[in-house]
Each structure stands twice: as structure tokens, then as C-alpha cells.
């Protein structure tokens, strides 16, 4: 598509539940990239899909957070047991080294418009 | 002002005014900076890139600077407008954007008409 998509825009969610928020990158971008952004924050990295390499783990908070990527593209960040405090916006960005930014450089860094995770 | 818990430092100016928002960052190895706007319930919108080996890069109304000595950013806003308002965030990187970026805490800009 021609910017990334994050489904759902909104989700409130009971205590305990899991949930699930997807991401659909710019097409042909090979890195993908989760964050989450508390309010008033700024965005705190949590998993870094490069290609078909094992994934950059080492930002999710607990072991309740995973995600996933099929066939490198659409990805679904997984957040089990919900609690209070995963409210956020959690937010998806795409890039590639293929498709440059308006710079010509900076591999077109690129945002979703986030999901809004309200844990109730 | 600096950032304590939840509250942003906030920049407020007058329409047609030039606006600078400032930013620390922490990694002296960061080759490669972005400048974000965020707009309320949006995600970060590219602004303005510099590579580490520019000092200053011009786009449309605004300009950035970078000084790697004091590792020190800012972002300048030409002839501010009301559609302006909205947090900036810069961000930086050590691989040209194909990997994970580091984003400061986030400055408020508010414009009055």
C-alpha cells in the first residue's frame, strides 16, 4: 500500500485478556519496526524485523509481548494477559534500502497511525 | 525546559514568528538524524533528515542543525503557522534508517493565530 496501516485504530481490552494489533508495511519494505508511545512519552522500541533475519527482541517490556511477520510483510504484535499499564499507543513503522526517503536517503523511515490500547 | 514525568517542555509562539525547537541526543556513533511531527491521534511524520557529516540541512521553512561536539540538534521552523502546532520529536540512528531508531522525549509546539 502507499503508507503503513495499523488495524485496530482503537481497542479497549479487559484486564487479562490478550490482544492482538496488526500491522500492514509499505510494500517492498524488507524492515519493520514496533513502538510504543505512553502518554505524554516518546516512542520506546520494542521488535525489529530485518528480512527473513531472526527478529531484534530486545525492547519488549515482558514476556507477554511478542509479535510475529508472515512471509515479510503483515505483522501482529501479541500482548497476553493485558494490564494497566500496557495502555499506550502502539505504533508500527516500515523502512527499506531499496526505497529511499524524499532525501535520498534515510531508507523512507515511515510510521503507521498507531493503535490506541486501552486497558480497562 | 527539560522534561520531568509526563509533561512535555512546550514552545509557544505567535503566528509568523520563526520557532526553534532543541534536542540532546545520547549516542555519539549516531550517523544519521530525523526530525518527526506529531500531530494528536497520528503517528510521527518525516520532516527533515541530516547525515552526521552535514552541519545544516534547509528543507521547506525549516532548517536543521546539527553539532556533533555538544551532540546537540535543533529544528527550525520559518514563519511558523497555526498547522505547525504539534509535538516534534527527533530521532537518531546508527545505520542510515535500516535499523532501530532512538527518539527524544518530544517538544510541544503551540501556535497562535
Known amino acids: 500500500g502507499a503508507g503503513v496501516s495499523q488495524s485496530p485504530s482503537n481497542k479497549v481490552t479487559e484486564k487479562g485478556k490478550d490482544v492482538e494489533l496488526r500491522c500492514d508495511p509499505i510494500s517492498g519494505h524488507t524492515a519493520l519496526y514496533w513502538y510504543r508511545q505512553s502518554l505524554g512519552q516518546g516512542l520506546e522500541f520494542l521488535i525489529y524485523f530485518q528480512g527473513n533475519s531472526a527478529p531484534d527482541k530486545s525492547g519488549l517490556p515482558s514476556d507477554r509481548f511478542s509479535a510475529e511477520r508472515t512471509g515479510g510483510s503483515v505483522s501482529t504484535l501479541t500482548i497476553q494477559r493485558t494490564q494497566q499499564e500496557d495502555s499506550a499507543v502502539y505504533l508500527c513503522a516500515s523502512s527499506s534500502p531499496h526505497a529511499p526517503g524524499s532525501s535520498g536517503w534515510g531508507y523512507g523511515y515511515t510510521f503507521g497511525s498507531g493503535t490506541r490500547l486501552t486497558v480497562v | 525546559g527539560e522534561s520531568v514525568g509526563l509533561h512535555l517542555p512546550t514552545l509557544s509562539v505567535q503566528e509568523g514568528d520563526n520557532s526553534i525547537i532543541n534536542c540532546a541526543y545520547s549516542?555519539?556513533?549516531?550517523?544519521?538524524f530525523i526530525w518527526y511531527k506529531q500531530e494528536s491521534g497520528k503517528g510521527p511524520q518525516f520532516i527533515i533528515d541530516?547525515?552526521?557529516?552535514?552541519d545544516k540541512r534547509q528543507g521547506q521553512r525549516v532548517t536543521v542543525l546539527l553539532n556533533k561536539t555538544v551532540k546537540h540538534l535543533s529544528l527550525q521552523i520559518a514563519a511558523t503557522q497555526p498547522g505547525d502546532s504539534a509535538v516534534y520529536f527527533c530521532?537518531?540512528?546508527?545505520?542510515?534508517?535500516?535499523?532501530?531508531?532512538?527518539f527524544g522525549k518530544g517538544t510541544m509546539l503551540l501556535v497562535s493565530p
Open positions: 541530516i547525515r552526521s557529516n552535514m
Open positions: 549516542n555519539s556513533a549516531s550517523d544519521y
Open positions: 530521532a537518531e540512528n546508527i545505520n542510515s534508517g535500516y535499523s532501530t531508531l532512538t
